[in-house]
């Protein structure tokens, strides 16, 4: 069975940056759709960032393009998603996501029900 680890939350200051990591354990597949979510207090969980382990190939939310870089190492199984610029409204729980065989496109991220593989999230706070 599939599990996920978020870590690397955290309180930064606004412009500030922050690295969340989300180790994969496995059993077996060879790719996957990976995504970061997010859900701030009060509001819906929405997609941040996803990345097709298979090809590489990203998508992201209009809300974080040219601030936010996701990014997988498959000879660690960890996903990452690497923070920068961030804002006060980018303060929110994150989730990473996972559906093991599933090829991600740009629509993937519009729900959280193309995933089904979900870690505990981390807490990720933007101070201004």
């Known amino acids: 069975q599939v599990q996920l680890v978020e870590s690397g939350g955290g309180s930064v200051q606004a412009g500030g940056s922050v690295r969340l990591s989300c180790t994969i354990s496995?059993?077996?597949?060879?790719?996957?759709?990976m995504a970061w979510f997010r859900q701030a207090p009060g509001k819906e969980r929405e997609g941040v960032a996803a990345v097709y382990t298979g090809a590489g190939r990203t998508y992201y939310a209009d809300s974080v393009k040219g601030r936010f870089t996701i990014s997988h190492d498959k000879s660690k199984n960890t996903l990452y998603l690497r923070m920068d610029s961030l804002k006060p409204e980018d303060t929110a729980q994150y989730y990473c996501?996972?559906?093991?065989?599933?090829?991600?496109?740009?629509?993937?991220?519009?729900?959280?029900?193309?995933?089904?593989?979900w870690g505990q999230g981390t807490q990720v706070t933007v101070s201004s």
């Open positions: 996501a996972a559906r093991p065989g599933y090829i991600c496109y740009s629509g993937s991220l519009t729900s959280r029900g193309n995933f089904d593989v």
């Open positions: 496995d059993d077996g597949y060879m790719d996957y759709c």
